[in-house]
């Protein structure tokens, strides 16, 4: 049996992490800060975590399933 390529641009973009949970880096944090809000600006900073289907995609993808 092959052994399962991983996309290099999907492992680039999301993180698996021990329990299973995939992270990504939110979009629109490079520049142009000044007018958004701090609030937005510190949301934006935490990884967000994605569920249901678009997450096992991933997990599929990075050959962690």
Do not use: C, W
């Not at 800060?33 to 569920?51: A, W």
């Amino acid at each position: 049996m092959k052994k399962r390529k991983i996309k290099k641009s999907v492992s680039k973009r999301f993180k698996i992490t021990k329990r299973g949970k995939v992270l990504f880096d939110h979009q629109y944090t490079g520049h142009l800060k000044r007018h958004k809000s701090k609030k937005r600006q510190r949301r934006q900073n935490e990884p967000g975590i994605l569920s249901g289907t678009f997450a096992k995609k991933i997990k599929k993808l990075t050959g962690n399933l």
